[in-house]
Structures are given as C-alpha cells and as structure tokens.
C-alpha cells in the first residue's frame, strides 16, 4: 500500500478543515443569538396581545368582569400562519375567560412582577406563553392572563436568518476551496517539474541543478541537492584518485614480483637462487601488508560505511593492542610502557578500527624509532578522554608535519616496508570518532607525540 500522502491533498485538508469547524461553530452561535433576537421581537408582541386583554378586566361591584367585544377576539384569530389562544384565571384557579387548555407555569414560586415566558405544547403543538399578573384596583383576589401562540412565523423568521447567514459562507468554504486547489496546483508546479528534471538525468551527471526557481523553499531543496551533489562529486574524484594510487602501489611489488621470479627460474643452482627468493618475499611481504593498509583504509572510509560506533572501553582495547606489539618493540630492543586509569574509559567507537589506529602509532613508533629507545602510551578520562602515544625517536621534521597524513607520502628516506598509509588511516579513524587529533613534538623526549581526545559518551 503506497503510504504517502499528497502535499496538496494535506494542504487542502489542514485549510479546509478548520474553516469548516469554524463555519459550524458560527453557525451554533449564529442560530442562538437568532433565537435570542427572534424570541425577543415575537416575546413583545405576544405581550402586546396579553396586555390588551387587561383593558377588557373590570370590577363591578366588587367582582371581577370580563367581557370581551367580538373585535378584541378578533385579534387572536386574525394571523393566519399562527394560532394564538388565551386564558384568563383567577387566583383562585377559577376560569374567567378562554380556552381552559392555555398551559400555565407549574413553578409556584414564580415571580410576577414580570411576564413569564415558557414553551410548552397544546393540542399537540409547541407553543410560546406568556403569563401576567394583571394590575387591578381594589381587587379581591389575583387576576392572570395567559396567551399561548403557536412557533411557525418564529421558525419561519429563524430559518431565513440562519439561511441568509449560512448560504454566503457555504459559498465562501467552496470558493476558498477551489481558489486553495488551484493555488496549490500553480504553487507545487515547481516540485514537479523539478522531479521530471531530476528523473531525466543520467546516474553519471552530477552537475549542479540550474537555480532558475523562483519559490524560497524550491530554491533551499535545489541548493541541498545541489550541496549533497557537490560532496558526492568531490567522494567520487577522491576515491577514483585512490584507486589510481591504490593500482599505481599494487603494480611495483607485483612487477618485482614477476621479474625476481623469472630471474630464480633462469638460475640452475638452488644456492644462486636464493637473492631472488629473498626478494619474492619482500615484494610479497610489502604486498600483503599494502592490501592490508588499503582494506583497512577503505572500512575507515565514511563513505563505505564499514564501522558501527557503540560503548567501548579504550583501556582495555589500548592494553590489548599494546601486549600484543610488545615482542616488536624487543626486536629492536625497545621498551614499550602503558599507562593507564584503573577505571575503565567508555567511549563510542568501533573496537577494530581502534585497534587498527593504535597498531599504526605503535608501527611507526617501532619503525621509526631509535634502537634501545622508549615507547610511552598513555591514557586518561580527564577532563575528556584522551589517548597519547610518544617516542624518543628522531621525530617528524615541521617541514614534513601536513604531507604525512597525504595517502602515500613517506618522508624521502624512510627505512622499512611502510606504504605511507599508516597516519592517514589513523587520520581517518579519528575523524570517524569525532575525535582531535594533534601530532607534535615531544618536549624533552625530542621523538614524536599523538594526542587524541575523544568525545565523551
Ligand atoms: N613516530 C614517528 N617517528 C618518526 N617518523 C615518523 C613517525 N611516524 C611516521 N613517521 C614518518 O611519517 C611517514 C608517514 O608515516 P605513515 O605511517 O603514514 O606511513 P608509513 O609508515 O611509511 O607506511 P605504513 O604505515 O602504511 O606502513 C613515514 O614514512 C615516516 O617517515
Ligand atoms: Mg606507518
């Protein structure tokens, strides 16, 4: 299931969508205040009507009268889209006038010093009441008028308000809707012509994409890409040029190879074969450790992604790697100290590249140094934790300090089988950890000293 979501699709709804919950809720406040207002207006003119009925109460001897004219019954019965009755009580619950149905309010606390207004049902209608207490002089007991009107000009009115304020904004979700599709449509144009753009091109061109787009966020998407092209070109010329050097390295040792081998063929005698067969085992020995410096090298490359960084204790890597170069260094009669915490030193590496990094230190210390001379590697977690590997040996001249972390540069002279791989691996391990990397002299000791300093965990 293609689980993508379109932009405009997205766009439209998280738009669309609250201007529909904010139409629904006006529309909630629109019907109430309409029906505030409407009741209201329609409320005063049912009033009206009770009120009139008022002038029809007399008193006549000291009792109640109503008499009502033909013309004020006509009154109620002269709308013809609503029914109105009324009712005329007594405090004493008796009927003076009208239809006894009239509902009254139940509450008997009600307060009479104002209409009441209600809504009940009659003769299975809603109806709206209003119910007063009438003011009359002398009078023994309590009059009450009540008129009852069925809703249908008050639902009329509600129901053409509502529609007169529901109709332009319903036109309003549509035309913003289709003005948004458009716009959207004209506004995700670019993206897709920069898709086909993209799709069109062939996996070796590499070139920046033209910036001919004219949005913002286009322009910052072309420029990513145009960025992440750029630093693949420069990963590609850069590993083409180690493959060139890489070829260029193979073919010495293998050419001497080839011609030591056809010259101990030419000899008859085991005896005189034995320079060439010396030879074959140098070039061969100089091969095997120059394919291992170049796997090495390319897993320590980002790009191959050969390395995975987790919790690691460096003390015990660093002791490790060190015990196992100390028969090395008492070849040459050196002696190898190591000196570290008790406590173990955690930080995120990949324990083989480390080890691959600290037997490079350890070879060109061995290599590089003087005989009977001195190897210190030390180690400590404060303030960061920090690996050092120092020698008394002749050291790197200043002259010399950038060339040697260049892929296959050794200092002219340099004795042994070395290939000019070892710094710039070790360059590349500790850019790998985030870690500094510092080559300097070594104070009183005049050999060469290695600072790493590693991020904690
Ligand atoms: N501790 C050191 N003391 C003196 N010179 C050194 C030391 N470490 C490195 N060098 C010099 O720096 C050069 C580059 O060293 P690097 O380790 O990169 O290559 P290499 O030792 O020649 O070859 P590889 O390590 O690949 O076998 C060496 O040729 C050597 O002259
Ligand atoms: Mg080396």
Same mark, same amino acid.
């Given at each position: 299931m293609n689980k993508n979501k379109s932009l405009k699709t997205e766009m439209l709804f998280r738009l669309v969508i609250p201007l529909i919950f904010f139409v629904i809720f006006d529309a909630t406040l629109s019907y109430f205040v309409t029906l505030h207002y409407v009741d209201a207006a329609y409320d005063r003119w049912l009033l009206d009507s009770a009120r009139s009925l008022t002038q029809e109460i007399k008193m006549q001897d000291g009792k109640i009268v109503v008499e009502l004219p033909t013309a004020a019954l006509e009154i109620f019965k002269w709308d013809e889209e609503d029914k109105t009755y009324f009712k005329i009580?007594?405090?004493? *619950?008796?009927?003076?006038?009208?239809?006894?149905?009239?509902? %009254?309010?139940?509450?008997? !606390?009600?307060?009479?010093? *104002?209409?009441?207004? &209600?809504?009940?049902?009659?003769?299975? %209608?809603?109806?709206?009441?209003?119910?007063?207490?009438?003011? @009359?002089? !002398?009078?023994?007991? !309590?009059? &009450?008028i009540h008129v009852a009107e069925t809703m249908n000009k008050r639902r009329a009115t509600m129901l053409d308000i509502l529609l007169a304020d529901m109709i332009p904004q319903v036109i309003l979700i549509l035309v913003t809707g289709i003005y948004l599709l458009t716009g959207l449509k004209k506004g995700l144009k670019p993206l897709r012509l920069l898709a086909e753009q993209i799709s069109q091109r062939s996996l070796?061109? @590499?070139s920046p994409i033209p910036e001919t787009h004219v949005f913002l966020e286009v322009r910052t998407l072309t420029d990513t890409i145009n960025e992440l092209l750029e630093a693949h070109t420069l990963a590609i010329a850069t590993q083409q040029r180690f493959i060139a050097n890489a070829a260029h390295q193979l073919r010495t040792p293998l050419a001497g190879l080839k011609l030591q081998a056809e010259r101990a063929l030419r000899e008859q005698d085991l005896s005189a074969m034995q320079p060439a067969l010396q030879q074959i085992q140098n070039s061969a020995d100089r091969m095997s450790h120059l394919t291992t410096q170049l796997l090495v090298l390319a897993k320590s490359e980002p790009i191959n992604g050969g390395y995975e960084l987790v919790p690691i204790d460096l003390c015990q890597i660093a002791r490790k790697t060190c015990m196992d170069w100390v028969p090395k260094a008492l070849q040459r009669n050196m002696e190898l100290s190591f000196e570290s915490p008790e406590e173990p030193i955690y930080i995120q590496g990949d324990a083989i590249l480390l080890?691959?990094?600290?037997?490079?230190? @350890?070879d060109n210390a061995i290599s590089y140094g003087y005989d009977n001379g001195n190897i210190w590697v030390k180690l400590n977690n404060y303030p960061l934790p920090c690996l050092t590997v120092e020698d008394d040996g002749p050291g790197i001249p200043d002259i010399e300090i950038n060339k040697v972390f260049e892929r296959f540069y050794r200092i002219p002279g340099s004795t042994g089988n070395g290939c000019g791989l070892g710094l710039p691996i070790v360059k590349e391990i500790a850019d790998l950890h985030k870690a500094r990397f510092t080559l300097s002299k070594s104070g009183s000791k005049g050999g060469t000293r290695i600072d790493l300093i590693f991020a904690t965990t």
């Amino acid at each position: 299931m293609n689980k993508n979501k379109s932009l405009k699709t997205e766009m439209l709804f998280r738009l669309v969508i609250p201007l529909i919950f904010f139409v629904i809720f006006d529309a909630t406040l629109s019907y109430f205040v309409t029906l505030h207002y409407v009741d209201a207006a329609y409320d005063r003119w049912l009033l009206d009507s009770a009120r009139s009925l008022t002038q029809e109460i007399k008193m006549q001897d000291g009792k109640i009268v109503v008499e009502l004219p033909t013309a004020a019954l006509e009154i109620f019965k002269w709308d013809e889209e609503d029914k109105t009755y009324f009712k005329i009580t007594s405090s004493e *619950q008796k009927m003076l006038a009208g239809d006894s149905l009239v509902p %009254e309010p139940i509450d008997s !606390k009600t307060d009479w010093s *104002q209409p009441v207004y &209600f809504n009940d049902k009659m003769y299975g %209608e809603s109806v709206r009441v209003v119910s007063m207490l009438v003011a @009359l002089d !002398k009078a023994p007991e !309590k009059v &009450f008028i009540h008129v009852a009107e069925t809703m249908n000009k008050r639902r009329a009115t509600m129901l053409d308000i509502l529609l007169a304020d529901m109709i332009p904004q319903v036109i309003l979700i549509l035309v913003t809707g289709i003005y948004l599709l458009t716009g959207l449509k004209k506004g995700l144009k670019p993206l897709r012509l920069l898709a086909e753009q993209i799709s069109q091109r062939s996996l070796r061109d @590499l070139s920046p994409i033209p910036e001919t787009h004219v949005f913002l966020e286009v322009r910052t998407l072309t420029d990513t890409i145009n960025e992440l092209l750029e630093a693949h070109t420069l990963a590609i010329a850069t590993q083409q040029r180690f493959i060139a050097n890489a070829a260029h390295q193979l073919r010495t040792p293998l050419a001497g190879l080839k011609l030591q081998a056809e010259r101990a063929l030419r000899e008859q005698d085991l005896s005189a074969m034995q320079p060439a067969l010396q030879q074959i085992q140098n070039s061969a020995d100089r091969m095997s450790h120059l394919t291992t410096q170049l796997l090495v090298l390319a897993k320590s490359e980002p790009i191959n992604g050969g390395y995975e960084l987790v919790p690691i204790d460096l003390c015990q890597i660093a002791r490790k790697t060190c015990m196992d170069w100390v028969p090395k260094a008492l070849q040459r009669n050196m002696e190898l100290s190591f000196e570290s915490p008790e406590e173990p030193i955690y930080i995120q590496g990949d324990a083989i590249l480390l080890r691959e990094l600290l037997a490079n230190l @350890l070879d060109n210390a061995i290599s590089y140094g003087y005989d009977n001379g001195n190897i210190w590697v030390k180690l400590n977690n404060y303030p960061l934790p920090c690996l050092t590997v120092e020698d008394d040996g002749p050291g790197i001249p200043d002259i010399e300090i950038n060339k040697v972390f260049e892929r296959f540069y050794r200092i002219p002279g340099s004795t042994g089988n070395g290939c000019g791989l070892g710094l710039p691996i070790v360059k590349e391990i500790a850019d790998l950890h985030k870690a500094r990397f510092t080559l300097s002299k070594s104070g009183s000791k005049g050999g060469t000293r290695i600072d790493l300093i590693f991020a904690t965990t």
